[in-house]
């Protein structure tokens, strides 16, 4: 553990959030403050960026619009989906990052992201000691998906889910306006991992919620839930709202969406399935069962990109989440990832943050623990919404401009 | 034109809107507070509700939750689409709602709608008066579609096109944040009038809209939309964002959503197609046509009910059409509806609320005038954005309990 001089490179990576581009505002904030760090940049498209020697010069920027970002959705400096190999099975990559790094006097690097950009940030890290190059590296975790192991959880997800809760006690109001029944069926993300299906427990709570609850956790059986959607309509004037997670699958593992004919699913770069659909789907198949009005409804984008609903404490966590990787880093620490803890003990909620090995967060999924689900399997327990409430609390948006948000608007003055 | 004395029915009808309620609540404050108004009554799931008697004594309820309707989506009494026969065909209905309307004293009738609405309330209205039954009826316009014929605006306009702008923004944001391109198609409500899907050119004002905007004031093809799309995602390395109204025809006059495959289409009460899934339908043709990565996204009920990013004019206008209807009433006026005048004589927008004959309102579509869409007929022109910027100014929402909004609770005591 080292007290470098030197450049900084952040970067950006998966898909985006409402609150990423806080713990960027964190990071730049912070880093143009300390004195040992000579230069900040951030990298176009994450780990691309440094590859193709694409750095934007954030002191070249208005620290009016650097504060904006707080309040900014989706990856100001661009994202990327871009897996590394192994340094052992093909070094290229790592020898070129290794070159830009030495190039502008890299002594300080932070990557923000999920459980792939941890990886990503683990083989760098890793790498780089190998070849004893010194240079701090510090992951900032965020995901919608909330799934990051070793943190209670992770910058992103309380935006997200308050959208989820918000717009499900909304729809709820809406979808059952009408003397007749419809069955809604709402699709929200989340691929291994239901926690930000599961948000719509904390609309429930509030008696504007889903009757039913479907999360990856657990198989789907698609004739079960016929039954236990007719259960509800049969209760409820034939009415009933659905919240299912896009990833759900069948006890044999196939994507329900496959299962319900989709012919081929389309895969990302980490050899992920794409995917979507299966609302209007399992809508069409309560519709065909029993001759109802149904709808199917997607979050899609909306939920992951919905800052004017953003929860201020995952705001002001995502900013410190970013602070904290710049001052660890400049205190001699590396090859670790901010994570955050609860402290209960003033009897309210706390968060405090810490590091972890970043090879821990690498490729781990957090996935929701049995017994915070209900017993039937479709619903959550108060143990959930104890967990979730305090991460959804406080508005927190951008000023309007003519009734608008005013994101950020960045120069991104590429490094020569 | 009489001043009356006897109860009062207010009625919601047709889609649900963010503000629907908040015309609810001027009707409801305004008419307790006039001592010529016996009783308040709110009816059960519209027209529905008359003719099932059932009423809401709306006296009964707390004043501090008829004041939270100003921030409460959809309809708190419940909506309903059910259309009147003429009474020269079948005077069943007429001679139902008489007898209940005689039956509790009724001298005023308040309904809130759109064009389908007005024609219930503009049919009630004419039987009342051709049978001598004394009842000033007046109706209160809503509708997010904005198509209502002799009014400036439409109340749930300005808060469904501050939905829509507000997130093309953010996800203009979001589609745009990888390195490869790809093609986004959001389909917007409006079924023959493009007023809501223009509102995304108000995010393009702003820089972050989309590229294309398409509407149903002009016919819809296929061959030359790629063109299109193909020209901007060569311009902009392979991106490109798509808004489409549901309600798009081709020159033939067949619904998009149909011409691209959809089996039959399921049709609503009043005979008009039931539209949805053309986003998927049309990022699919994008797709298959040139190997492009693609995302169909609706905006789906999400628009009409997202209260927590109303626009602060609409929701003071909607209850202003609410107090207006029952001052009108009260005093002698009956057979209009309340309409919105545009007053920009003192150089900045005022709204002045006005009445027309109610028949002049029913069953006329007001749309979006073609020296308002650019020439290429794939955007909007400044007159268009003059238009509808005043319209979505502010913000007003529920009060937060637990991050989340508190919405109004009505005891909802039927009338014995």
């Known amino acids: ?22 713990s960027a505002a964190g990071v730049f904030i912070e880093a143009l403050a300390q004195k040992n760090i000579t230069a900040v940049y951030g990298a176009a498209n994450g780990i691309k960026g440094i590859l193709d020697d694409r750095l934007y010069d954030i002191g070249k920027e208005d620290p009016a619009e650097l ?42 690097f932070f990557y923000n992201g999920g459980n792939d950009s941890m990886d990503t940030c683990n083989k760098i890290s ?19 998906d909330n799934d990051l192991f070793g943190t209670d959880h992770c910058p992103g997800y309380g935006s997200a889910a308050k959208y989820v809760a918000t717009t499900m006690m909304e729809l709820n109001l809406d979808a059952k306006v009408y003397d007749k029944g419809q069955v809604a069926v709402v699709e929200i993300m989340g691929r291994n991992a239901g926690w930000l299906t599961a ?112 929860s201020k404490t995952d705001v002001e966590e995502a900013f410190r989440a970013g602070q904290e990787a710049v001052r660890a880093a400049v205190n001699g620490e590396t090859d670790k990832m901010v994570v955050f803890k609860r402290d209960m003990s003033s009897g309210s909620y706390k968060c405090v943050y810490e590091l972890m090995d970043v090879a821990q967060a690498a490729n781990t999924e957090k996935k929701i623990p049995r017994e ?31 009734g608008l948000p005013r994101f950020a608007k960045l120069k991104k003055v590429l490094v020569k």
Chains 1, 2 share one sequence.
């Open 1 to 22: 553990m080292k007290n470098l001089v030197g450049a900084c490179i952040f970067g950006q990576s998966g898909g985006p959030t409402s609150v990423i581009n806080a």
């Open 67 to 108: 504060e904006l970002l707080k309040y900014t959705p989706s990856s100001a400096l661009g994202s990327v989906r871009y897996k590394l190999k192994d340094a052992s099975v093909d070094e290229t990559d790592y020898k070129r990052i290794l070159e830009i790094f030495q190039k502008y006097n890299v002594r300080y």
């Open 126 to 144: 890793k790498y780089l000691l190998a070849k004893g190059y010194e240079c701090n590296v510090i992951g900032v975790p965020k995901t919608i």
């Open 199 to 310: 948000a719509a427990a904390l609309a429930s709570y509030k008696g504007l919620g889903p009757d039913l609850i479907y999360l990856p956790e657990l198989p789907f059986d698609p004739e079960k839930f016929l039954v236990q959607v007719k259960e509800v309509m049969d209760a409820n004037k034939g009415k009933c709202i659905v919240a299912v997670s896009e990833g759900i699958k069948t006890a044999s593992g196939v994507y329900v969406a496959e299962a319900l004919g989709k012919a081929e699913m389309a895969k990302d770069n980490f050899g992920h399935a794409q995917l979507g659909g299966l609302a209007a789907k399992l809508a069409d198949l309560v519709g065909r069962t029993y001759g109802v009005k149904v709808r199917g409804i997607e979050f899609s984008l909306m939920q992951r990109c919905g800052a004017h609903l953003a």
């Open 372 to 402: 915070w689900i209900t017993e039937d399997g479709v619903g959550l327990k108060h143990e959930f919404v104890d967990y979730a409430l305090p991460l959804i609390q406080g508005d927190c948006k951008a000023p309007l401009e003519d």
